[in-house]
């Protein structure tokens, strides 16, 4: 692919042109406040406001595309990543696009252990990925790669078992399929080539990140405002896993004050009730937009 002289400063971020990924990665590109037109109707588009170009592919695509240094990020399943064997390096792993790799077969089958795959055939669309695990379990079993709809080779008769991708296990269980053995638990990565990077492009990706990662510590995070009988300020420092001390602030009432301060999102409830035990009122909670620690 040729690069216009204008594309070699901008940074190229490969994402998912259209499935699972593709939303959330777009609400993470715009949470940290860049903008660009339709991306729907379009391979490529430009940031309006950061030296960025997104390129929407096949997330097949993306590994490649990252590893050869025609984009230097990506967004893409480690799944895609570890199945493509590509030479990029992972910066951060995101919480969304969760699933993992299984080996599955008929419910009620002959295959119910590990050691049942043996001299079977499964088909998938991981071929590298479940043969690595097969040898490592020293189990020889043919495969038979397909592209999509796996789940169905086995009531076709296609192949004797699965290993394809869950994340609840309906679609496998609407199959009268279970899960024997999981061979990766995948999330949504940021790629990097390991191409070399100009130093403009190193700069650009050092503040793509700065952006990231305070927009997700923003999103696992809440401002939380109460207010609090003095005496018990002591105890309710203690239960608030704060960043930093808390902001402690008079109130008319000169036996309470107002508290201000940021909880992570998964301590919420416990520290709502443990503060309610301690005589807090008036709780507040806040979404934070982003934070720079
Ligand atoms: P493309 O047309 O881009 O090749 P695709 O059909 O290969 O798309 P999707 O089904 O959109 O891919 O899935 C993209 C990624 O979403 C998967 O590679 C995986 O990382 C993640 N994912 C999360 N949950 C699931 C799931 N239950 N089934 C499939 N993929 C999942
Ligand atoms: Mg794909």
């Known amino acids: 692919m040729e690069r216009t002289a204008d594309s070699k400063t901008s940074l190229r971020i490969a994402i998912q042109k259209s499935g699972r990924l593709t939303d959330k990665t777009i609400e993470l590109l715009k949470g940290i406040g860049l903008r660009f037109d339709d991306y729907k109707r379009n391979l490529m588009v430009k940031c309006r406001n950061f030296d960025v170009e997104l390129l929407l592919i096949r997330d097949d695509d993306i590994p490649e595309y990252v590893q050869d240094g025609v984009c230097d990020l990506g967004f893409v399943g480690a799944n895609v990543r570890a199945e493509t064997g590509a030479d990029v390096s992972v910066l951060r792993g995101l919480d969304y696009g969760v699933c993992r790799l ?22 998938t669309s991981y071929p590298n990925l479940t043969q690595q695990f097969l040898e490592k379990h020293n189990i020889e079993a043919d495969l ?25 296990g309906n679609t496998l ?22 191409k070399k990077l100009s130093p403009g492009k190193k700069k650009l990706i050092e503040k793509f990140l700065l952006r990231m990662d305070s927009h997700q510590q923003a999103e ?7 207010n609090a009988p003095k005496a018990s300020v002591p105890e309710i420092k203690e239960i608030i896993p704060s960043l930093n001390s808390p902001t402690v602030m ?13 909880i992570p999102i998964d301590q919420f409830w416990i520290v709502m009730e443990r503060l309610k035990k301690e005589g807090a009122t008036g709780i507040v909670i806040l979404p934070i937009e982003s934070m720079i620690l």
């Open 102 to 123: 299984s080996l599955a077969a008929h419910k009620d089958g002959p295959i119910q252990t590990l050691e049942d795959f043996e001299g079977k055939t499964i088909a």
């Open 144 to 168: 038979v790669t397909i592209s999509g709809a796996v789940e169905i080779a086995p009531r076709l008769e296609v192949a004797d078992a699965i290993c394809d991708l869950v994340s609840t």
């Open 173 to 194: 269980k609407a199959n009268g399929l279970e899960e024997l053995e999981v061979i990766l638990e995948s999330e949504t990565q940021l790629i990097q080539t390991n």
């Open 220 to 226: 696992r995070s809440r401002y939380i405002m109460m």
């Open 250 to 262: 008079p109130l008319a009432d000169e036996e309470m004050v107002a508290i201000h301060t940021v």
